[in-house]
């Protein structure tokens, strides 16, 4: 059972170039979400999704797009990176809230991040 | 709106020493409360948690119980472990629609030999 992957775990772009980050869970899950984790800043939300075509905006949306065209998958967009855009990218999934066995608690899983340097 | 505070670190303890870090919170309604974990260059993953007043949240020896009237969750283990050595994060859930989690900014703690 693999959990959340994120692909790629690394790169390097040049100011205003754009890539995807992929997030792919197997867990069946319906809720999906986007986080970047900076030093000093913990964890922001960047965008999020409660099911399949459904997107959100979080804490931290400019400069990202997000979409979710298939359960499993949430992409994360970057149209022109910015050396502020220099972050860890953690995407995370989940069952609704009070459903899947926990009781009302949201449990989120996450990927083991994305290391994404803009220079 | 709804946030959480941590203490900052870094931490440093020797191995066998006692560990506290401490997490307070401020929300609106009855929130769940959790403890993620976050070991060198991993995801995070969700140590405890707490879903209501005066619950105790334990795993792998860590506690943390739920305290409405201080409005904190303390995590605390008796004897710290090298192999302890991570980034602590607490974090609320508001149970909204959106599900998201708000974090505390993080407590990195070293253990010694």
């Known amino acids: 059972n693999a959990g959340v992957t994120q692909t790629p775990k690394f790169r390097v772009l040049k100011t205003g170039q754009s890539m995807t980050l992929l997030c792919a869970q197997d867990?069946?899950?319906?809720?999906m979400y986007w986080y970047r984790q900076d030093p000093g800043m913990g964890l922001r939300l960047i965008h999020y999704?409660?099911?399949?075509?459904?997107?959100a905006k979080g804490e931290v949306p400019d400069g990202y797009n997000v979409s979710r065209l298939k359960k499993q998958n949430f992409l994360l967009g970057l149209e022109s990176a910015a050396p502020s855009q220099t972050s860890v990218y953690f995407c995370?999934?989940?069952?609704?809230?009070?459903?899947?066995?926990?009781?009302?608690?949201?449990?989120?899983?996450f990927g083991a991040g994305s290391r994404l340097t803009v220079l | 709106g709804d946030s959480v505070t941590q203490m900052e670190g870094p931490v440093t303890l020797s191995e066998e020493a006692f560990l506290t870090i401490n997490c307070t919170y401020t929300?609106?309604?009855?929130?769940?409360l959790f403890w993620y974990v976050q070991y060198p260059g991993e995801g995070l993953q969700l140590l405890l948690k707490?879903?209501?007043?005066?619950d105790k949240g334990s795993n792998k020896g860590f506690e943390a119980t739920y305290r409405k009237e201080t409005t904190s969750f303390h995590l605390e283990k008796g004897s710290v472990q090298v192999s302890d050595s991570a980034v602590y994060f607490c974090a609320l859930s508001d149970g909204g629609s959106q599900g998201n989690l708000i974090f505390g900014k993080g407590t990195k703690l070293s253990v010694k030999p």
């Open positions: 929300a609106t309604g009855y929130p769940s």
């Open positions: 867990m069946n899950h319906e809720y």
């Open positions: 999704s409660v099911g399949e075509g459904t997107t």
């Open positions: 707490a879903t209501k007043a005066d």
């Open positions: 995370a999934s989940s069952y609704r809230s009070g459903t899947g066995g926990n009781s009302g608690a949201n449990v989120l899983t």
